[in-house]
């Protein structure tokens, strides 16, 4: 049985994914299914009308699955295509930033590919780490040099999942996100968080050929209790647990009591 699906959402070249696969694999039998390039934002999109082409890959001595998909067609195709039985876990990451907060959590692929895998009844893990725009700009995310950039990273999350994948939680526990701060040391404090809620605010800017996607900048001011972004900005590790369960009681009787009245 193999214990762990990998994938992420900046494609198998990302300079997130080989430290986490090569720490993952010392701990556990792992199949990698990756998108072949970048494919951020894209949420829990599933490609249709298009036809996706897998193809085995060498990545610095590992054999892995690369294909012109989305992070959750990848766990599809790992789930039903590619593996005989499901795995223990899918881990979905390094990503490179954070995917903390509800707007960028429903944005994020690594965090939708986890959601994918959720949905299909297999637990799931998706990793964040934060990178300052200051740093980021100096960086090339996609170059071996920036390899250290992720290995404790990579390190922290292999510990993350070595705790959760042979643990049972409840039904209100589909899947976990794990944001870590820059540079995040392998003693960091760590906290149980929620999503913090704030609007992107404006998204789209122009350009002279229309208009073009800028991503928002996290504002670490008037931070709320207990939620990822205050975890991040005290340089703790934050860890969420997420429900997909989309409903709550409570408004479904406050619509109730509207319906009732008024229809």
Not at 93 to 106: P, T
Not at 155 to 180: H, P, Y
Request: charged share 30%.
């Amino acid at each position: 049985m193999t214990d762990i699906l990998l994938t992420n959402d900046d494609g198998y070249k990302s300079a997130g994914f080989l430290p986490l696969l090569k720490e993952l694999s010392k701990e556990f039998s792992v199949i990698t299914v990756a998108p072949d390039r970048e494919k951020s934002w894209i949420g829990k999109a599933i490609t249709t009308k298009k036809i996706l082409k897998l193809k085995k890959v060498k990545l610095k001595g590992f054999d892995i699955f690369a294909i012109n998909a989305t992070p959750s067609d990848c766990v599809q195709i790992g789930l039903y295509n590619i593996l005989d039985s499901p795995p223990k876990m899918v881990v979905s990451g390094v990503n490179q930033g954070s995917n903390v907060g509800h707007a960028r959590i429903l944005s994020s692929g690594t965090v939708g590919a986890a959601m994918e895998a959720s949905i299909e009844g297999v637990k799931a893990l998706a990793s964040s780490i934060r990178i300052p725009r200051d740093i980021k700009k100096d960086l090339d995310l996609f170059d071996e040099k920036s390899y250290p950039v992720f290995e404790n990273a990579a390190k922290l999350t292999v510990k993350l999942a070595k705790l959760i994948i042979d643990k049972e939680f409840d039904d209100d526990v589909d899947l976990f996100s794990v944001n870590m701060p820059f540079n995040v040391s392998l003693d960091a404090g760590i906290e149980i968080t929620r999503p913090f809620k704030k609007p992107y605010g404006k998204l789209f800017y122009e350009e002279k050929n229309g208009l073009i996607l800028r991503t928002p900048h996290l504002d670490f001011v008037n931070l709320q209790d207990d939620t990822d972004l205050k975890a991040l900005s005290e340089g703790k590790i934050s860890l969420t647990p997420i429900n997909l369960d989309l409903f709550k009681e409570s408004s479904k009787e406050q619509v109730e009591k509207l319906i009732k009245k008024q229809w």
